[in-house]
């Protein structure tokens, strides 16, 4: 049945989608889409699920957001950075090496813009067989009636909308671990 996955840390990579300096400017929620992402980047470290990211024609939007930037650094494994100009990442090569090289089953999204570059991406890796989580408090628009009929259509096409604690604690999967300490710091730090 659509939508019924679960998260798994073993079959999942995290794409951070376009989070970008002049980009994430012009974003209502780009405090909180920024700091969702960084949480989600620091959990998939103590995961050990991979993490990508993608920027948009970076000579004109610039790099990733600082506080992205900062979490992205303190990996135990580099994340790879794929610069395009496609809307859909998918349509960029280097893209979907990087996605066949990291070899995951799932995708967890987060980014910008939700009806751009995350609605396009997630329905081609739907199409492709991927199981496709786009995280609803990690993904933002300049307009917010564009992200939420953008969230109903991906629901609508059997994407899996979450939170993303939600998403965390699906990927952490069990209390009483030493990872679920670490996780819990970066729930709180929140």
């Known amino acids: 049945m ?6 798994d ?3 999942s990579v995290l794409v951070v989608v376009d989070v970008q300096e002049r980009l994430a400017a012009v974003m209502p929620r780009r405090d ?3 700091a969702t992402s960084s949480r989600l980047v620091r959990t998939a470290d103590v995961l050990g ?7 948009q024609y970076p000579k004109g939007l610039g790099d990733t957001v600082p506080e992205v930037v900062s ?14 100009t496609t809307f859909c990442c998918s349509d960029e090569p280097a893209f979907t090496a990087v ?6 089953e799932q995708v967890l999204l987060v980014g910008m813009e939700t009806h751009i570059c995350v609605t396009q991406t997630a329905l081609a890796l739907k199409a492709v067989g991927r199981g496709v ?3 609803a408090d990690g993904v933002c628009s300049r ?11 991906l629901r609508a096409a059997g994407v899996v909308v979450a939170t993303s604690e939600s998403v965390m604690y699906e990927a952490l999967g069990r209390a009483g671990t030493p990872e679920f300490k670490r996780v819990l710091e970066i729930v709180k730090d929140a």
Do not use: M
């Open 9 to 11: 840390r073993d079959r």
């Open 32 to 34: 909180e889409v920024a």
């Open 71 to 84: 979490a992205l650094e303190e990996l135990e494994v580099a994340a790879p950075v794929v610069d395009k």
């Open 2 to 7: 659509e939508g019924t996955e679960r998260v």
């Open 143 to 153: 307009d917010d009636r564009d992200h939420e009929v953008a969230l109903a259509r």
């Open 99 to 104: 996605l066949d090289e990291i070899g995951r």
């Open 49 to 55: 699920i991979p993490v990508a990211v993608t920027r």
């Open 133 to 135: 989580f786009v995280v």
